[in-house]
Structure formats: structure tokens, C-alpha cells
């Protein structure tokens, strides 16, 4: 996805973005190239795979929810800061909090940070089941088996809050979910392809109740 595939594509999604906001998702790309020589934070380094497999398709949570209205969000096991930190660029006003269990990928997500100049937003070194906090929004991308992101993530949703579970084919991991025990229920499931590759992507939306 080249860069005006990836301007053309989000404006399908309802997102249209400035020469500021164009700018800074181009920096934190060059940030992650040049840091990803030194710790392993992604396989996909090609700038066009990066536009689609990562900017674009942290943005497809918009499919699932409108983030206008979304005043805190919390990023669980975010890795190289997919999707919490693109959030965070494309929706300023957004609290954000981005967890991730390795203090090295901490350590450059705080680094990435302070370059891009980021207010209201941080990175933890923790692991989600052990942090205390409650949020507007939690999601999580490709981390872990749908049971066990509901341990790491449902206590940190506010009551009336939601948890996205973004994720490939769900099918499998939605049998024998038990929501009962998280006070939750699947307000709905929404199901698309990535543009360009046709890949099947799954937006998982429970809400706490």
C-alpha cells in the first residue's frame, strides 16, 4: 500500500488526515526501521507493508467504534505500538496507555514518544493482568488466544466500556467463550479483508456490563 493508497484507503474508513498527522506517521516509520536494527519489533519492514499491515489496519478499530467519542484508551501487549500509538496520532485527543510485557520494546516506545512530541499518552512496563486502571476502550492486536486476552484485559474496562479484540479468523476461539465470568457480552463482530491482500481481519467487541 503506497502512501496514497493508504490516504485513499482511510478515507474509506471516515479518517482524513493532514500534512501533520501524514508527517508523524512517517517519522514513527522511520523510527521503527532504525530501532528494529537493534531489537526485534516487527518482520515487516517494507514501507508499503508497513502502510497496510500496521498504520492502515490499526485504524481499522474505527470499523467497531467511533473514537471521536472515546476519552481513554489502553493498548495491552502493544508491542511496537500497533495500534495504540498510530491511535494516538490520528486522534490527539485520546488518553492512551500502551502496555507491553519486555522493557526494551518499553524502553523505544517511550523513546518514540518523546521524538513525535506526544502529549497525554505513556508506556508500562507491566503485564495486563497485573495492572489497575479502568478505561473508556481496551483492545489488544494478534496477542494471544481470545480466553487468555480476557484475563489480561476485562478488568480494565470501565463498566458500559469495551474491550476489541482485533484479530484474523476468530471462529475457532469464540466456542466455549465464557463471558459470564468477566461481566461481559459480545456487543458485535465485525469481519473484513485487509485491502491489497485479502487477508481476513476480525474486530471483536464486548462490552462490560
Do not use: W
Amino acid at each position: 500500500m503506497t502512501k496514497d493508497e493508504f490516504i485513499e484507503a482511510v478515507k474509506e474508513l471516515g479518517i482524513s488526515l493532514d500534512e501533520d498527522k501524514l508527517n508523524l506517521l512517517e517519522k514513527f516509520y522511520q523510527i521503527l526501521i532504525e530501532e528494529n536494527k537493534k531489537i526485534n519489533l516487527t518482520r515487516i519492514t517494507g514501507k508499503e507493508e508497513v502502510y497496510l499491515k500496521h498504520f492502515y489496519d490499526s485504524l481499522t478499530l474505527i470499523k467497531a467504534i467511533n473514537l471521536e467519542q472515546v476519552e481513554t484508551l489502553c493498548d495491552v501487549g502493544t508491542g511496537a505500538g500497533f495500534p495504540g500509538i498510530v491511535l494516538k496520532i490520528v486522534y490527539p485527543h485520546l488518553k492512551v496507555t500502551l502496555i507491553d510485557s519486555l522493557l526494551k520494546r518499553v524502553n523505544y516506545l517511550n523513546d518514540v514518544i518523546r521524538k513525535l512530541n506526544l502529549k497525554n499518552i505513556k508506556a508500562i512496563h507491566i503485564r495486563g493482568e497485573f495492572y489497575k486502571a479502568q478505561f473508556d476502550v481496551v483492545t489488544s492486536r494478534a496477542v494471544a488466544n481470545l480466553k487468555k486476552l480476557l484475563d489480561y484485559t476485562m478488568h480494565l474496562v470501565k463498566k458500559d466500556g469495551m474491550f476489541i479484540a482485533m484479530k484474523a479468523n476468530v471462529d475457532e476461539e469464540l466456542k466455549d467463550l465464557n463471558l459470564v465470568k468477566y461481566h461481559g457480552e459480545i456487543s458485535k463482530i465485525h469481519k473484513f479483508l485487509l485491502p491489497k491482500e485479502n487477508s481476513v481481519r476480525s474486530l471483536v467487541v464486548i462490552r462490560k456490563i
